[in-house]
């Protein structure tokens, strides 16, 4: 198999003409079908092509980097998950000043008044002490999320994914957290009053002293 990334990979499809089609073969050949690909107005080809570019060594890194800058937030979000999960310093350290941005982006826009940040990709993103009350987080990735002392009062967190999140602090009295999975979480002394509950998974969640005055359950 050639190490070349400008070559057609052995599951790659090829520009008709020249050479047939390998058997399996799933798209244009090479790093060059895939940038081809990823020029595509359609969001879930430039996906597609995301998954495709990271065979292609440094010059696939090189096109997922640049795809956290895509026109379509689906893409972008696509990007930074695809990125998450390679060990590399550089991509690291790419993602964590792109999170940087996004968060003061996000805090910014807060504070001028937007609210619906309805299936933000905030994965592993420092809100700590952050005032984000009433805001429409429906659907957010907040995976690993650091949200010590935020503010969450009154925030729609219907659906949203808080796997690993540390919420010690955090204010969420009338939030809405409806469908969250919250099992094992530790919500002693916590304040729910107001919070609707409703379908949320509290299973081994400690509730010691949390104060569910007036919550949906």
Known sequence: MTNNPNEP???????????????????????E???????????????????????YGEAGLDLAIAA????????????????RNEDNPKIQQTLNTYLAQKILIILR????????????????????????????????NLRWANLRGAILSEANLS???????D??????????????NLSGFDLSGFDLSGANLSEANLRGANLIDADLSGAKR
Request: charged residues 20%; aromatic residues 6%.
């Open 68 to 83: 956290l800058n895509d026109r379509s937030k689906q893409v972008s979000n696509a990007a930074y998950l695809l990125l």
């Open 33 to 55: 079908g895939v940038k081809r690909r990823f020029a595509s107005a359609f969001v879930e080809q430039r996906k597609t092509a995301l998954v495709e570019a990271l065979k």
């Open 159 to 165: 659906g949203a994914n808080l796997s690993g999140a």
């Open 109 to 140: 826009d807060y504070r001028n008044g937007k609210r619906n940040f309805v299936k933000a990709e905030l994965s592993g993103a420092d809100l700590s002490g952050a005032d984000l009350s009433g805001a429409n987080l429906r659907w957010a």
């Open 167 to 180: 919420l010690s602090g955090a204010n969420l009295s009338g939030a809405n957290l409806s469908g969250v």
């Open 9 to 31: 990979r052995i599951d790659d499809a090829v520009l008709g003409g020249t050479a047939p089609a390998p058997a399996g073969g799933v798209v244009l050949g090479g790093i």
